[in-house]
Each structure stands twice: as C-alpha cells, then as structure tokens.
T-cell receptor, first 112, second 113 residues
Framework: LAKTTQPISMDSYEGQEVNITCSHNNIATNDYITWYQQFPSQGPRFIIQGYKTKVTNEVASLFIPADRKSSTLSLPRVSLSDTAVYYC?????????????FGGGTRLMVKP | NAGVTQTPKFQVLKTGQSMTLQCAQDMNHEYMSWYRQDPGMGLRLIHYSVGAGITDQGEVPNGYNVSRSTTEDFPLRLLSAAPSQTSVYFC????????????FGPGTRLTVT
C-alpha cells in the first residue's frame, strides 16, 4: 500500500486559494489518487480523484506531476464552510483488497 | 437513493456486552467496508467485503466479526465490548472499478464503559 504524507494543519482566510500537497513516493502504476473531506461528526465525503496531469470538478482541482510521487489539491476561494479535515489516499482502480488506508489528514482552518 | 445508512447513531455499552452495528446501502455496490475513527485520528479499516459471502480482515479486526449475506447489508458485530472499542464507526461502499471513490454512512458513535 502506498503511504501518503501531508501537512497536519493549514490556516487560510476566506476568499483565498488553498493548496494542500500530498506526498506518495511509492505509488504503484495502477494507483489512483483520491481526496476526501470530513466535517466534524460526519463521514468522509469524496472530493476528487485522478491518475495523472490535472482533474477539475465543481469543488476542486487536482494537480498530479508526471512522476506521480505527489499531488496537490487546490480549493479556489475558500469559505468558512471549507473548514474541515482533508485526506489524501492512493488506491488501485480495481483493488480487490479494498485496502484504502487513511492517514492523519490535513486540518484546514479558514478564518474570516 | 438513501445511500449508505447506519444504525444506531449512538450506543452506550458496558464492558463485556455484545452488539451489532447495522449498515445498509441501496446503490448495488459490491464492495463494503467498516472503519473506526478515534478522536483526532484518521480512519482505520476493520473488515471489508468484496461481495456477498466474501469478507476479509483490515488493519484492526480483533474483537469484531462481520458477515455479508446480501449485497445490501454488512453488519459489524462486537463480540465482547471493551473500553478500547470506544470510537466512531463508519461503514462505506463502492464499486470495484471506482478506485478510491467510496460512499460513507453517517457513523455510529459507540461508548463502552
């Protein structure tokens, strides 16, 4: 299983762009990179997933360099409601083992 | 679709008691998992299932049993509750080709005294 490393916490202000970088040096060829968001007292919520280059949806963008050993989740113009813990995971597209490992995550605090 | 549902939302047990946490999904997902999350920590995988009749252990399986008799349901049984099992339990489901895209339930907050 590819282990991920991400900052424990980050602070930002409303309206700013936030970039959270995750390191996954031993990512395997078949692994996808997935990000989740978790609010207190709720289950994690899928945000975005990608394999290489850039993926964008209505919530965030995910940048993956060519070597795929890291990835950056970009949240444009954050608001107070984006205060949450963000988890980076790597997982095979058809992982029969279903062994998705959550690390400690990055606690993002958005201030007014 | 209701998605992934879990019952109960809260439960208090005494040491040594047993109970079953219920999890159901209506998305026809083949893969289901149970995680536990201790305060301030990430999620740890307890057990998972890749289809009806097939289960396997995750990172922290001791003290828990699972079964998967139908695609929809994946109950988690605590055999003899211990204070160390005080945690929030999340059930999740996904399709095999979904990569890391899982759908989580709202969680069950369990306290063992």
């Amino acid at each position: 299983l590819a282990k991920t490393t991400q900052p424990i916490s980050m602070d930002s202000y409303e309206g700013q762009e936030v970039n959270i970088t995750c390191s996954h040096n031993n990512i395997a060829t078949n692994d996808y990179i997935t990000w989740y968001q978790q609010f207190p007292s709720q289950g994690p919520r899928f945000i975005i997933q990608g394999y290489k280059t850039k993926v964008t949806n209505e919530v965030a963008s995910l940048f993956i360099p060519a070597d795929r050993k890291s990835s950056t989740l970009s949240l444009p113009r954050v608001s107070l409601s984006d205060t949450a813990v963000y988890y980076c995971l790597v997982a095979m597209n058809n992982n029969a083992g279903n062994m998705l490992t959550f690390g400690g995550g990055t606690r993002l605090m958005v201030k007014p | 679709n209701a998605g992934v549902t879990q019952t109960p939302k809260f439960q208090v047990l005494k040491t040594g008691q047993s109970m079953t946490l219920q999890c159901a999904q209506d998305m026809n997902h083949e893969y289901m998992s149970w995680y536990r999350q201790d305060p301030g920590m990430g999620l740890r995988l307890i057990h998972y299932s890749v289809g009806a009749g097939i289960t396997d252990q995750g990172e922290v399986p001791n003290g828990y049993n699972v079964s998967r008799s139908t695609t929809e349901d994946f109950p988690l049984r605590l055999l003899s509750a211990a204070p160390s099992q005080t945690s929030v339990y999340f059930c999740a489901s996904r399709q095999p080709a979904g990569g890391g895209e899982q759908y989580f339930g709202p969680g069950t907050r369990l306290t063992v005294t």
